[in-house]
C-alpha cells in the first residue's frame, strides 16, 4: 500500500469513528430527534460522508468498535464542537450525553476540565456568532496549546 493510501484511509477511519461517536450520543437518551439528524447529516455531508455511508454506519450498530482519533490539536477541536453541537441539538443537554461527549473527548486525550471549558465558551460564543469558523478559531486560539 502507498503512502498516500495509508494516510487517506487513516483519515477515513477517523472521520468514520466520529460519525459512529455522534450517532451513538445522538441515540444515548433512547430517543433520535429529528434536529439530532439533520445535524448529524450536515456534519457528515461536510466531512464527505454521504447518506449512504451515514445509513451503513447507523445499521451497524457497531459504535464501540475501534475508536481512531483526529493527530491534530485542530481537528481535535472540531470534533469536540460537533459532539457539543449535537449534545445541544435537541434543545436538552443529558447528564448522560455529557458523560459520553467527555468519554469520547478522553479518548483523544482532552481532559474533563478542558472539555468543560470548550462547551463554556463555545456556549458563549454561539450567542455571539453563528459561523463554525470563527467560533472554532477563537477557540483554537484561546487554548489550542491545551489539546
Avoid at 448522560?96 to 458563549?124: A, H, N, Q, T, W
Wanted: proline share 2%.
Amino acid at each position: 500500500m502507498s503512502l498516500r493510501k495509508l494516510f487517506k484511509s487513516s483519515d477515513k477511519k477517523v472521520i468514520e469513528s466520529h460519525i459512529s461517536n455522534l450517532v451513538y450520543l445522538a441515540g444515548i437518551d433512547g430517543h433520535v430527534d429529528q434536529k439530532e439528524v439533520e445535524m448529524l447529516v450536515t456534519i457528515a455531508h461536510s466531512k464527505g460522508i454521504s447518506g449512504e455511508q451515514i445509513q451503513q454506519i447507523v445499521n451497524s450498530g457497531d459504535y464501540d468498535s475501534d475508536h481512531y482519533s483526529p493527530s491534530n490539536p485542530r481537528q481535535k477541536l472540531e470534533h469536540i464542537f460537533d459532539l457539543i453541537l449535537m449534545m445541544m441539538a435537541d434543545g436538552k443537554m443529558t447528564a448522560d450525553e455529557l458523560y459520553v461527549s467527555r468519554k469520547i473527548g478522553s479518548m483523544m486525550d482532552i481532559k474533563p476540565v478542558v472539555f468543560d471549558e470548550i462547551l463554556e465558551m463555545m456556549s458563549d460564543l454561539t450567542l455571539i456568532r453563528k459561523d463554525r469558523e470563527q467560533i472554532i478559531s477563537i477557540i483554537y486560539k484561546g487554548m489550542g496549546h491545551r489539546l
